[in-house]
């Protein structure tokens, strides 16, 4: 019998949106919906949501009295789902992503098909730029997604992916990270082997929908991410001093060019913030 599917989403002061995402999982066939609310706003969403969805048994809201960021958040999604249905697949999807039609069919096969992945993700179209894997380089903490960087290994974006829980330890993502570069430790954690990519574009992605791209909090929170991975991706000692040089150099040189295009010197500020950030996690 082929497990349940039960999809997940975070909530963060959207409902309108969120119920967008809500409406194309349970059109493509998913069993079930746990919305994970992180608003902290005294419930307010999170009635908001219950309200708009009171008559759909499927649907399902769990508050949080407090903000716990998106790894976080996931995990602790995942506990509810794993707990409430034991067998079941998790379809995880930000809340400003929707999926195409056939989608949980043809991902459920790919993970079906390799019982050594313990996760099946698509194509993405990012607001007109379709992506699939995304490739990290280690030292300089560039993105490629057209083809990799030297030195750089796959990770999956986190927006649209179909977990079998019961194949890894959980928790999936790694709680140091607040917002960005979970993913990319997924990835890292994984390894090729263990992900199985579905080359369809199965899902389209609003992105950045409660980060705002460009804003005090995506810069912020980017750099931070970029900073931790020096961490968590060095293999030695010596591996962590040249991950930090070289982020230094690749972070930086990032910063100054949106600080140009931006025309202000906010994203060079955010990413010693970001720096700030990382080392008070991790103590850098």
């Not at 008559?55 to 407090?66: G, K, W, Y």
């Not at 194949?167 to 199985?196: K, Q, S």
Request: charged share 20%; glycine share 8%.
């Amino acid at each position: 019998m082929n497990p349940q599917i039960v999809g997940l989403t975070l909530n963060y002061r959207d409902a309108a949106r969120t119920s967008r995402c809500i409406d194309s999982l349970l059109a493509d066939g998913a069993d079930a919906v746990l919305v994970w609310d992180n608003s902290e706003d005294g419930g307010a969403s999170a009635q908001a949501l219950r309200q708009h969805w009171k008559d759909e048994a499927r649907v399902t809201i769990e508050p949080s009295a407090r903000n716990l960021g998106f790894a976080v958040g996931v995990n602790r999604g995942i506990d509810a789902i794993v707990k409430r249905w034991p067998r079941a697949w998790i379809m995880l999807i930000n809340n400003d992503a929707v999926l195409h039609h056939g989608a949980l069919a043809a991902l459920d096969a790919a993970l079906r098909a390799q019982p050594q992945a313990v996760i099946a993700y698509p194509q993405v179209d990012h607001g007109g730029r379709v992506t699939g894997s995304v490739y990290y380089q280690r030292v300089f903490a560039l993105l490629g997604f057209d083809r990799p960087w030297p030195g750089s290994f796959a990770y999956p974006s986190g927006s649209v992916l179909l977990i079998a829980p019961e194949r890894i330890n959980l928790p999936l993502f790694d709680e140091d990270f607040f917002m960005y570069g979970e993913d990319v430790m997924l990835g890292w954690r994984l390894g090729a082997e263990r992900m199985a990519f579905v080359p369809q574009v199965l899902a389209w992605h609003e992105g950045s929908a409660s980060s705002r791209n460009g804003s005090w909090f995506y810069e912020t929170r980017t750099a931070a991410g970029h900073w931790l991975l020096a961490r968590k991706l060095a293999r030695s000692p010596l591996d962590r001093i040249t991950l930090l040089a070289g982020r230094v150099f690749g972070l930086g040189a990032r910063a100054l060019v949106r600080s140009i295009r931006f025309k202000n010197l906010m994203p060079l500020r955010a990413c010693i913030t970001g720096w700030r950030i990382a080392r008070d996690r991790s103590r850098l």
